[in-house]
């Protein structure tokens, strides 16, 4: 898992999707705890919601998690 080099900034292709530094330290969260993705995701306002799933499927289906 490459998740240190997400920690230290949010990356291109997460501001491609949508997300900021707040949403993207959501993302981080439900990469470090998926079976908790719907309790994370069940506090954040739907539009962003869907952003953290689309760039959360990107990341996953590219490797990057």
Not at 2 to 15: G, N, T
Not at 30 to 57: F, M, N, S
């Amino acid at each position: 898992m490459i998740i240190l080099q997400m920690l230290s900034e949010v990356p291109d292709w997460a501001k491609e999707r949508g997300l900021d530094e707040a949403s993207f330290d959501i993302l981080e969260s439900v990469a470090i705890q998926p079976k908790k993705r719907d309790e994370i995701l069940r506090h954040v306002e739907y539009g962003t919601a869907c952003c953290i799933i689309q760039a959360l499927e990107y990341a996953n289906d590219k490797g990057l998690i």
